[in-house]
């Protein structure tokens, strides 16, 4: 069977939509539970890091140039550097490893 | 009475000016970043024969980068409209976690119909911006992060299926890091002052790794295996070390 890429798009689409307002719609007012208040606090940051690592390690060209960025984006994090810098430096460093590489 | 009215209603409106035009340039990196990771997505669209309206539209609609990038193979290889739902549904499940944290930062003040407009825009970088950001979330400074962020994705994917080349292979490869770069500014800083988020980045990330090399386990979908680690982890988490009120509002 032949599909339609404009209903895929719209399949898609609400399905997508669908996962990502149902909990702020049902959601309303602040969580009283101490467990699930704290389950919540601690989504973000094992979400994020499970997505970085070891995702990251394929995120460029090269094994070697990704881990240097990867390695410069923690280093200049912990340094303080604020968001946009860590950003920048670390593409600059994985631009700068694969010229040498 | 009614000059009175005005003027607040005059710094109001130039508060949230300023708390959306915050919002954008936080959101500037992902702008970048998008461009780099949704031209490339528009250049494998485009290679794979799939109509060039119908893959921007997908960009402008769906929003989503991991979800897409699995459903045009799967368009490709003409697979049925409730296999695509499905996918987009495991590949998709972690927003619903996202979502429920969402929730719980957005300000009181916020009228509800915000939350409507504010689920579109929720991806993986847009939801890290917005639950580091300190204090109450607005609605306007969310708006500034999709202000940022959407044209980002909408546009890269429209030039990649357009050109195919018309950034340089090798900057394009280095901008593949930017977003991993964003995701590591958000979460170092807390865990550098706080040990227990320390901890649970590293296990996070050690976990991660394991699901990624060992046999069996690394068949695992990418979107099962942030579901499955994200809840466990943070339940662990949850249990032991559970977060008192004052310190939820410090961060």
């Known amino acids: ?101 | 009475m009614l000059k009175f009215i005005k003027s607040i209603k005059e710094v109001i409106s130039v508060k949230s000016t300023s708390v959306y035009l915050r919002g954008v340039r936080n959101g500037l990196p992902v702008f970048f970043g998008y461009l780099a990771v949704s031209f490339s997505f528009g250049i494998l669209a485009r290679g794979l024969k799939l109509d060039p309206a119908g893959i921007v539209l997908m960009s402008a609609l769906n929003f989503t980068s991991a979800g897409q990038f699995a459903a045009i193979g799967s368009i490709a290889a003409g697979a049925g409209y409730i296999e695509l739902a499905l996918t987009q549904l495991v590949i998709n499940l972690r927003y619903c976690l996202m979502s429920s944290a969402l929730s719980q930062k957005i300000s009181d003040k916020a009228p509800f119909f915000h939350r409507l407009f504010m689920a579109f825009g929720n991806t993986d970088e847009v939801f890290a911006l917005a639950v580091s950001y300190g204090g109450e979330l607005t609605p306007a400074y969310f708006y500034g992060l999709m202000t940022a962020a959407l044209p980002g994705w909408v546009s890269g994917t429209a030039l990649g299926v357009i050109s195919g080349s018309i950034l340089p292979a090798r900057l394009l490869s280095a901008l593949g890091i930017a977003l991993y770069a964003m995701f590591i500014a958000i979460i170092i800083p807390p865990a550098r002052k706080n040990r227990t988020v320390a901890g649970i980045v590293g296990a996070s990330m050690a976990a991660s790794f394991l699901f990624s090399a060992l046999p069996v386990i690394k068949n695992i979908s990418s979107g099962f295996k942030i579901i499955i680690l994200t809840v466990l982890i943070s339940a662990v988490a949850a249990v032991f070390f559970p977060v008192e009120t004052e310190e939820k509002n410090e961060n």
């Open chain 1, 1 to 101: 069977m032949k599909t339609n890429i404009y209903i895929c798009v719209a399949v898609m689409a609400a399905v997508t939509y669908f996962i990502r307002a149902l909990p702020l719609v049902a959601i309303r007012g602040r969580i009283k539970s101490r467990f699930f208040k704290s389950f919540l606090h601690y989504v973000p940051f094992v979400t994020l890091a499970v997505m970085v690592f070891p995702g990251v390690l394929s995120s460029t060209g090269g094994f070697i140039s990704a881990l240097i960025g990867f390695l410069v984006a923690v280093a200049v994090s912990l340094l303080g550097a604020s968001l946009p810098i860590v950003s920048i430096l670390s593409v600059i460093s994985v631009f700068i490893t694969e010229l040498f590489i």
